[in-house]
């Protein structure tokens, strides 16, 4: 393993896996991806003691550089094994400085990670403004080339809907786990599923299953609720969409009142922080639960695009796509990751899959009703089509 990531009294507000990957990617881009390199996440206290018998400084400060070997010598290409040295980081300050500055826990992590990283491979900001320049520039270009690297929007496929026809007739077909393995095999990289409360669809062994059965990623779309919550939390999902629910509805209506809810919302988050499960809100395209969503540690968002889909004027429909353009970029200027969907379909899906900022679309209905007549497979790969097409 080349880099090993361990925390030491301290939560990551974020997957550790997010992290990983955010440091694999440096490491890749710098040419030294077969090097080893340490990160340890401390708490501040631990952090006091290491500034004071490293550099002498009183107190704790964000992150600390130890290189293996001083300049070149780390890059020896003979030598059997490769070490880049050691990157310790305070969580404490991370978080505080993430509040003090508005960015998400994640942006200030990987920023704090790839200061780390230059410091070990020779940059120095104290050397001078020429030098703290060049580093501030490098650090810029990596945590930009990250999210761009995200770019080509993917497909995730909700199928639920399939869930749905089978309870019409209250027997055990057509299965939506099926259904998950034909949509894997034509080229999705997610599954959606939606266990409501009323269990009007997916059902329990629905949702079991799937994840025991899917090779890509599975998206968890729920209510906050008590029930759920303990069954989300068994099932492991790869990310949980937290959406408002309410039994009379056809679909999710509306967004997730974030900014309303912040204590309750902010507790469910931490305990699937808990178990290194990243969340997402559905929510309204607005500044104001952006910025409630970032404040309670979300990782991600899911833009709802329900109003945009059922925009009955050009000029509506135009006013709707801007609206989620905004806030996809706001999001994203808030370390904010994007997700979108509700509504989408084969004719107004691909200008929402051109927004730079959205990593994935969630779709469900159309593509399911589409497979009546053209098969399941045939309706996810040209729904991929429209989706690459637009993000390339
Ligand atoms: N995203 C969320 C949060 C949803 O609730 C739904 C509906 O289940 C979807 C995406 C998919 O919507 P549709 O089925 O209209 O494509």
């Given at each position: 393993m080349a880099i090993s990531l361990q925390t030491k009294d301290v939560r990551l507000p974020i997957a550790q896996a997010h992290a990983e990957d955010f440091a694999q990617f440096c490491l890749t881009r710098m040419g030294v991806a077969g090097h080893n390199l340490n990160i340890l996440f401390i708490n501040d206290e631990e952090m006091t003691w290491f500034n004071k018998n490293?550099?002498?400084?009183?107190g704790p400060t964000n992150v600390l550089s130890f290189p293996?070997?001083?300049?070149a010598d780390a890059f020896i290409?003979?030598?059997p094994v490769h070490e880049l040295g050691d990157i310790v980081i305070s969580v404490d300050t991370a978080i505080r400085e993430a509040i003090e500055y508005g960015q998400a826990p994640e942006y200030r992590l990987n920023w704090l990670i790839i200061h780390g990283i230059l410091h070990l491979m020779?940059?120095?900001?104290?050397?001078?403004e020429k030098d703290a320049r060049k580093m501030e520039d490098k650090e810029q270009e990596f945590l930009h080339s990250y999210v761009r690297r995200r770019k080509m929007t993917h497909l995730a496929i909700n199928v639920d809907h399939v869930a749905t026809i089978r309870q019409a007739r209250g027997?055990?077909?057509?299965d939506p786990v099926a259904a998950a393995a034909i949509c894997e095999m034509a080229g999705a990289s997610g599954i959606v599923t939606h266990l409501r409360e009323d269990r009007r669809h997916i059902q329990d062994r629905d949702a079991l299953l799937i994840r025991e059965t899917i090779k890509t990623k599975l998206n968890f779309e729920m209510g906050a609720n008590k029930e759920i919550i303990k069954f989300a939390l068994n099932l492991m999902p790869d990310l949980v969409t937290l959406v408002p629910e309410k039994?009379?509805?056809?679909?999710?209506?509306g967004g997730l009142d974030v900014a309303g809810q912040m204590k309750k919302l902010g507790k469910t988050v931490e305990k699937f922080a808990a178990k290194d499960i990243p969340v997402a809100f559905f929510i309204d395209p607005t500044s104001e639960q952006l910025h409630a969503a970032r404040d309670i540690g979300a990782t991600f968002v899911e833009l709802h695009t329900g109003r945009y889909c059922d925009a009955t004027t050009e000029a509506e429909r135009h006013h709707e796509l801007q609206l989620i353009i905004a806030a996809a970029q706001e999001a994203s200027e808030l370390g904010l990751r994007v997700n979108a969907g509700n509504g989408l379909d084969y004719h107004n899906a691909a200008p929402i899959a051109a927004?730079?900022?959205?990593?994935e679309l969630s779709i469900g209905h159309s593509i399911i009703g589409r497979a009546v007549f053209s098969g399941l497979d045939q309706a996810v790969r040209d729904m991929l089509h429209i989706v690459q097409q637009a993000s390339k």
């Amino acid at each position: 393993m080349a880099i090993s990531l361990q925390t030491k009294d301290v939560r990551l507000p974020i997957a550790q896996a997010h992290a990983e990957d955010f440091a694999q990617f440096c490491l890749t881009r710098m040419g030294v991806a077969g090097h080893n390199l340490n990160i340890l996440f401390i708490n501040d206290e631990e952090m006091t003691w290491f500034n004071k018998n490293y550099r002498d400084k009183v107190g704790p400060t964000n992150v600390l550089s130890f290189p293996f070997s001083e300049g070149a010598d780390a890059f020896i290409e003979n030598l059997p094994v490769h070490e880049l040295g050691d990157i310790v980081i305070s969580v404490d300050t991370a978080i505080r400085e993430a509040i003090e500055y508005g960015q998400a826990p994640e942006y200030r992590l990987n920023w704090l990670i790839i200061h780390g990283i230059l410091h070990l491979m020779g940059y120095d900001h104290e050397r001078g403004e020429k030098d703290a320049r060049k580093m501030e520039d490098k650090e810029q270009e990596f945590l930009h080339s990250y999210v761009r690297r995200r770019k080509m929007t993917h497909l995730a496929i909700n199928v639920d809907h399939v869930a749905t026809i089978r309870q019409a007739r209250g027997i055990n077909s057509p299965d939506p786990v099926a259904a998950a393995a034909i949509c894997e095999m034509a080229g999705a990289s997610g599954i959606v599923t939606h266990l409501r409360e009323d269990r009007r669809h997916i059902q329990d062994r629905d949702a079991l299953l799937i994840r025991e059965t899917i090779k890509t990623k599975l998206n968890f779309e729920m209510g906050a609720n008590k029930e759920i919550i303990k069954f989300a939390l068994n099932l492991m999902p790869d990310l949980v969409t937290l959406v408002p629910e309410k039994r009379a509805e056809l679909t999710t209506e509306g967004g997730l009142d974030v900014a309303g809810q912040m204590k309750k919302l902010g507790k469910t988050v931490e305990k699937f922080a808990a178990k290194d499960i990243p969340v997402a809100f559905f929510i309204d395209p607005t500044s104001e639960q952006l910025h409630a969503a970032r404040d309670i540690g979300a990782t991600f968002v899911e833009l709802h695009t329900g109003r945009y889909c059922d925009a009955t004027t050009e000029a509506e429909r135009h006013h709707e796509l801007q609206l989620i353009i905004a806030a996809a970029q706001e999001a994203s200027e808030l370390g904010l990751r994007v997700n979108a969907g509700n509504g989408l379909d084969y004719h107004n899906a691909a200008p929402i899959a051109a927004i730079d900022a959205i990593e994935e679309l969630s779709i469900g209905h159309s593509i399911i009703g589409r497979a009546v007549f053209s098969g399941l497979d045939q309706a996810v790969r040209d729904m991929l089509h429209i989706v690459q097409q637009a993000s390339k």
